[in-house]
């Protein structure tokens, strides 16, 4: 990147399209790359031991904070990116008010360019909790953007630097926030709940409304979830007018939702406790189904065309003894071959009990 191409996307001289494909293919990129430099993420990583906190409530707070300060480091590189190309009229500001956005692309004379929404999800967290529900009337078509991270933790040593694991973002997306309201909205004004009774799904002025037997209130927070939302690849059947934004936002949304899944399943999957690094993928037709390493592989249900792991003879050809087979919210279910026969071991186990259930890798 240089002076001129950032002058040309951050001041808003491109189309909604190109600042989304630019901001996919060139910017991001580029930030991600720095931030995860040990340089950077060695204010991040845990040390001798540190241990983050395992139940749900502490979790989240870790998450919510990890989300807080990658937002803030986002914006500290981008600064310095700014710097470093010779633009020093033009620098990402923070929101300071609990609102959307997050952040804000300006001038030295305060005038206002791109906005940033920033969220951020733990590859492996069961829920992916992330809310966008900021109503289409409070987003500028021409400007705004959401932009969704998704990390976690790795443990992988250093030569330099002595961590016990460090959090990598491994991917981001890039929405375009009009477009992405819009699928939003759709979904939602066209999926109501079955007991509406005389009333109707909506919005006021200020937030989502829902109805229940005929008396309105506020929603109570599944509007917005980010992994929510029903496309027509999903088999839904509405979709909001096409326009090139929305067209893109649809192709990168669906392309999220496959690969913060199957991300998870693999962070888990490769964990040392059980099958490590250095596993090896299961493919069908290209597509990566799975891992195995020695005699134990972990499945992915939903990428599997047919329930393979109840079938004898596919333990035989990977020299398997027993198959973890996991949800899209990875609740796993073990089978063990015994005596030539499939048994069904455990069901609905949480990936931190999974070591529990199964023989040693």
């Known amino acids: ?15 909604a399209v190109e600042l989304s494909r630019w901001l996919r293919t060139v910017y991001f990129p580029e930030i ?4 995860n430099n040990e340089e950077f993420l060695k204010r991040f990583a845990l040390y001798q031991n540190e241990k983050i906190p395992t139940n749900e409530r502490n979790l989240t707070d870790v998450r919510t904070r990890m989300g807080v300060l990658i937002e803030f480091e986002l914006a500290r590189i981008s600064n310095d990116l700014f710097h470093e190309s010779n633009v020093h009229n033009i620098f990402l500001s923070y929101v300071v008010a609990n609102r959307f956005p997050d952040l804000e692309v300006r001038d030295n004379s305060g005038n206002r360019y791109l906005r940033f929404e920033i969220k951020c999800l733990q590859c492996k967290a069961e829920e992916k909790s992330a809310n966008f529900d900021t109503l289409k009337k409070d987003i500028d078509p021409s400007s705004d953007f959401v932009i969704v991270c998704l990390w976690d933790w790795v443990d992988q040593k250093n030569k330099n630097i002595e961590w016990d694991s460090f959090p990598k973002i491994f991917k981001v997306f890039i929405f375009h ?5 819009s ?3 759709t979904y939602w004004l066209n999926n109501p709940p079955q007991d ?8 006021d002025i200020r ?4 109805c229940k037997k005929g008396i309105y209130s506020k929603e109570q927070g599944n509007y917005g979830k980010l992994t929510r939302i029903k496309t027509k690849a999903d088999g839904f059947n509405y979709s909001p007018q096409e326009t090139a934004e929305l067209i893109d936002t649809e192709n990168e949304y669906n392309l999220f939702k496959e690969e913060i899944i199957f991300l998870g399943f693999k962070i888990i999957a ?3 406790k059980h099958l490590g690094m250095n596993s090896i993928s299961l493919k069908e037709n290209g597509n990566t ?11 992915l249900s939903s990428k599997l065309n047919k329930k393979i792991f109840h079938e004898t003879s596919f333990y035989i050809t990977n020299n398997l003894t027993q198959c973890i087979v996991m949800t899209d919210k990875y609740k796993s279910t073990i089978y063990k071959l015994k005596n030539k026969e499939i048994k069904k071991i455990k069901t609905d186990i949480k990936p931190k009990k999974i070591i529990d259930f199964i023989d040693p890798v």
């Open 1 to 15: 990147m240089n002076k001129n191409e950032i002058s040309q996307y951050l001041f808003k001289k491109r189309s």
């Open 32 to 35: 991600t790359t720095r931030f």
């Open 177 to 181: 926030a009009y477009s992405l309201a």
């Open 183 to 185: 699928l939003r909205d």
């Open 196 to 203: 509406l009774g005389e009333g109707y799904q909506g919005f």
């Open 207 to 210: 937030y989502a409304i829902t």
């Open 270 to 272: 490769q964990e040392k």
């Open 289 to 299: 189904y799975g891992f195995k390493k020695n005699h134990t592989a972990f499945l």
